[in-house]
């Protein structure tokens, strides 16, 4: 107390003692001293602030994160462990840049700092990830997996502001070469199943990808719509060759935009379940297929068909070109049977797979083999 009094004291404030409390009168020169904290302030500015040891404020009651910002750090460290490396980019961003997706429209900020900053975000890939890529690529580095997560903006009619939390993904180039694998380009079959590993990984079942819309920065012919329990939540495709020429990159891009609500949202629990004590049972079909139908029409149609005892179903391969009529592909659907009690007789089987044949049949594709 007696240092405090003579710290203040001798900075020319008058000082009073009341029982524990000092009361303090300000001098008029001193108009930057208006409450308490600004007097603990001088005091330790004269005492030295690295001699008060740091303290952590008292808690009152318990915290923690919330299951959605639990859920969010799981979906950062899942895509920072398939090898990509989270960036942030800022929320002001110029108003003219190539490949803005169409029909988004940037709110403007009344008093921008800069023309580089002049609206607020509409995506998280224009410009923000994009831009990242062309500083890469400038340094000599054309080989890049990113993603971000952050918030975009909409204007809205009535000049309200809609926000949106978004993750995105890129990847650009070739991956990191390994001595027990040859180094390719990324596809949209690799960014697809980021998305479908990560959805996975925080409980959701498998996304579906559709038909999408077209959108100014996708290729119109490489792109789809990606769906979580039905619902929209984003787009998955490549890099529209005039954008990537635009952002100085070279080589195919292929990137994907997703709600990130919707996928840290609470999904079903995941419970443990027994080692299968009976063997599965594993049948091939051979079909062929529109070029340009959907494959997953296939898969959706075996589940709905097979009855309880079908574990999976899967793509496993798919061929196009001579003999092969034109229009037409060659795929191989995997079927995985198993139950739960007992072995597994051929009857049973084949009766299974004969349903599935049957209904594979009504929906247009021609069975080659079993």
């Given at each position: 107390?007696e240092?405090?009094?003579?710290?203040?004291?001798?900075?020319?404030?008058?000082?009073?003692?009341?029982?524990?409390?000092?009361?303090?009168?300000?001098?008029?020169?001193?108009?930057?001293?208006?409450?308490?904290?600004?007097?603990?302030?001088?005091?330790?500015?004269?005492?030295?602030?690295?001699?008060?040891?740091?303290?952590?404020?008292?808690?009152?009651?318990?915290?923690?994160?919330r299951?959605?910002?639990?859920?969010?750090?799981?979906?950062?460290?899942?895509?920072?462990?398939?090898?990509?490396?989270?960036?942030?980019?800022?929320?002001f961003?110029?108003?003219?840049?190539?490949?803005?997706?169409?029909?988004?429209?940037?709110?403007?900020?009344?008093?921008?700092?800069?023309?580089?900053?002049?609206v607020?975000?509409?995506?998280?890939?224009?410009?923000?990830?994009?831009?990242?890529?062309?500083?890469?690529?400038?340094?000599?580095?054309?080989?890049?997996?990113?993603?971000?997560?952050?918030?975009?903006?909409?204007?809205?009619?009535?000049?309200?502001?809609?926000?949106?939390?978004?993750?995105?993904?890129?990847?650009?180039?070739?991956?990191?070469?390994?001595?027990?694998?040859?180094?390719g380009a990324?596809?949209?079959?690799?960014?697809?199943?980021?998305?479908?590993t990560?959805?996975?990984?925080?409980?959701?079942?498998?996304?579906?990808?559709?038909?999408?819309?077209?959108?100014?920065?996708?290729?119109?012919?490489?792109?789809?719509?990606?769906?979580?329990?039905?619902?929209?939540?984003?787009?998955?495709?490549?890099?529209?060759?005039?954008?990537?020429e635009?952002?100085?990159?070279?080589?195919?891009?292929f990137?994907?935009?997703?709600?990130?609500?919707?996928?840290?949202?609470?999904?079903?629990?995941?419970?443990?379940?027994?080692i299968?004590?009976?063997?599965?049972?594993?049948?091939?079909?051979?079909?062929?297929?529109?070029?340009?139908?959907?494959?997953?029409?296939?898969?959706?149609?075996?589940?709905?068909?097979?009855?309880?005892?079908?574990?999976?179903?899967?793509?496993?391969?798919?061929?196009?070109?001579?003999?092969?009529?034109?229009?037409k592909?060659?795929l191989k659907?995997?079927?995985?049977?198993?139950?739960?009690?007992?072995?597994?007789?051929?009857?049973?089987?084949?009766?299974?797979?004969?349903?599935v044949?049957?209904?594979?049949?009504?929906?247009?594709?021609?069975?080659r083999?079993?």
């Amino acid at each position: 107390d007696e240092a405090m009094e003579a710290t203040l004291r001798g900075l020319g404030f008058a000082v009073e003692k009341t029982g524990d409390a000092l009361a303090t009168t300000v001098p008029p020169w001193r108009g930057d001293v208006a409450r308490e904290a600004d007097l603990v302030e001088e005091v330790g500015r004269h005492y030295r602030l690295d001699r008060i040891p740091a303290t952590v404020p008292a808690a009152r009651r318990a915290e923690g994160l919330r299951p959605a910002q639990s859920r969010e750090r799981v979906a950062r460290q899942a895509l920072a462990g398939l090898g990509l490396t989270e960036v942030l980019n800022y929320a002001f961003v110029p108003e003219a840049v190539p490949g803005r997706p169409s029909g988004e429209a940037p709110p403007r900020l009344a008093n921008p700092l800069s023309a580089e900053q002049a609206v607020l975000r509409t995506s998280l890939v224009v410009p923000g990830l994009l831009s990242a890529l062309r500083a890469n690529a400038r340094q000599g580095r054309h080989d890049a997996r990113l993603f971000e997560v952050g918030r975009v903006f909409q204007a809205e009619a009535g000049g309200d502001v809609r926000e949106e939390r978004r993750l995105a993904l890129v990847l650009c180039g070739t991956a990191e070469a390994h001595w027990s694998a040859r180094a390719g380009a990324p596809d949209f079959y690799e960014v697809a199943g980021l998305l479908e590993t990560l959805a996975a990984r925080l409980g959701h079942e498998a996304l579906e990808l559709t038909e999408a819309a077209p959108l100014g920065h996708l290729h119109p012919g490489q792109s789809a719509r990606v769906r979580l329990a039905g619902e929209a939540i984003g787009h998955v495709g490549a890099l529209h060759p005039g954008v990537a020429e635009a952002w100085e990159l070279r080589g195919p891009v292929f990137v994907a935009e997703v709600g990130l609500d919707p996928l840290v949202a609470p999904a079903e629990a995941v419970r443990a379940r027994a080692i299968p004590r009976f063997p599965s049972v594993e049948r091939d079909l051979s079909l062929l297929w529109d070029e340009g139908a959907p494959s997953a029409l296939l898969v959706e149609t075996a589940r709905g068909s097979a009855g309880p005892l079908l574990r999976e179903a899967v793509i496993t391969d798919r061929y196009q070109g001579p003999p092969v009529p034109e229009g037409k592909v060659s795929l191989k659907l995997s079927l995985r049977f198993q139950d739960a009690e007992r072995t597994l007789t051929g009857d049973d089987v084949q009766a299974t797979v004969a349903r599935v044949v049957e209904a594979l049949a009504r929906s247009g594709a021609v069975i080659r083999g079993e």
